[in-house]
Structure formats: structure tokens, C-alpha cells
């Protein structure tokens, strides 16, 4: 598995486009309704390039909204995650206000503040994907010693294919596969999933 995982995150993986446009107007109401405009014209055309490259239905498409803000006189801004634009100015600044004060611990509250872009973020639906429980074999446990904090074990080596789900290996162990190895210590046990993932719980 460790050498699928580029290959098995690419067909999981959502349809995503990012976009980000320039505003930089103060944050008063003229300049809540600049970022209202830019973020109703970038859902457009993102759901037109989903639709385009990827295949995305309109009404599939979901959105995460970020508005850049900073003091004035300030040359870096903080992104403000809004699930959608604020109603008033005056709750977006309180926005900002707190997500400053919780990124450096102070916020400038009596100081004028700008609003410097809008980010938005498109995704498409997750695939559905899914996968055959591993078949497993009869298993054919071997033996070797390892080293741990204890000093040198014995230990039983197993073959991951031969894995099946709802199996339990106890350690001390080594499991072997292509490309990888885990080793079970002493008070450790390793199952396996419906997907063949190993889950290692301490006892």
C-alpha cells in the first residue's frame, strides 16, 4: 500500500480549483459590497470551470470563502474564513478582530481596517469509492528477534497479504509487505479493517 497512496489519493481525491481576486477597499459598506460582487461573480466562474474540466453539475459544487483583511498601514493580510459574506460591515470587522486577536493574542480595535482580497475555494463531490475487504490466506507465521526497549525478543513475522479482516497479530511482531514493515511491540495488538488498513491498539 505505501507506494499506492499517490495513485489511490488521485481517484479519491475531490475536483478542486482555488481563485483569488484583488479588492483593497476599506472595510466599510461600500467595500462589503465590492467583496459581496467579487464572490458572487468567482462562484460563477468556478461552477463553469467545474462543469467544463471536470464534469461538476452546477448544483454539486460546494464553497469555501476566505475575505484577506489587515490594519491599515499594514503590507500582510489575514485570511477571514466566512461561510458567507456578512450581513454588515460592522460584523465583518468583528471578524476580523477576532481572528487577529487569536493569531497574535492583541487586536488594533480602534484602528481602521481594509479589506485586501476574497478567496474563494470550489470542490467538487467526493468520489465514491470503494474497496474489496482483503482476502487474506492461511497464515504462515515465521519467527526472528527484534530489538525494543526491553532488550532483544523473539517475535513472529507475518505476511500482510495473508492478513484477513478481523485478524489480530499480538506483539511482539513484524509485518511485513512490499515496500514496508511494521513492527508490533510487546502489549501492542494489530487488526485489520474493512479497507486493509492496520490498526495497532496497546492493550
Known amino acids: 500500500m505505501p507506494g499506492n497512496f499517490s495513485a489511490l489519493g488521485f481517484v479519491t481525491a475531490q475536483a478542486r480549483h482555488d481563485y483569488v481576486r484583488t479588492v483593497l ?34 448544483d454539486q459544487v460546494t464553497f ?25 460591515a460592522e460584523e465583518l470587522v468583528a471578524m476580523f478582530h477576532a481572528a487577529y486577536a487569536e493569531r497574535y493574542a492583541y487586536a488594533r480595535s480602534g484602528h481602521p481596517a481594509e479589506i485586501v482580497n476574497c478567496r474563494l475555494t470550489a470542490f467538487g463531490p467526493r468520489p465514491a469509492v470503494r474497496f474489496a475487504p482483503p482476502a487474506g490466506a ?12 526491553d532488550g ?20 511482539p511482531a513484524v509485518i ?24 495497532l491498539v496497546k492493550e
Open 25 to 58: 477597499v476599506p472595510a466599510d459598506e461600500a467595500g462589503l459590497g465590492a467583496v459581496r460582487a467579487v464572490a458572487a461573480e468567482l462562484r460563477d466562474v468556478a461552477r463553469a470551470q467545474l462543469k467544463a474540466e471536470d464534469g461538476v453539475e452546477p
Open 64 to 88: 469555501g470563502l476566505s475575505v484577506g483583511m489587515r490594519f491599515r498601514g499594514q503590507s500582510f493580510d489575514l485570511a477571514v474564513p466566512v461561510e458567507e459574506v456578512p450581513a454588515t
Open 138 to 149: 492461511t497464515p504462515r507465521p515465521g519467527s526472528t528477534r527484534i530489538y525494543g526497549s
Open 152 to 171: 532483544w525478543v523473539d517475535a513472529t513475522v507475518w505476511r500482510r497479504t495473508e492478513l484477513t479482516t478481523g485478524g489480530a497479530v499480538q506483539g
Open 176 to 199: 511485513r509487505e512490499n515496500g514496508s514493515t511494521t513492527v508490533v511491540g510487546a502489549g501492542w495488538t494489530a487488526g485489520v479493517d474493512d479497507h486493509g488498513n492496520l490498526l
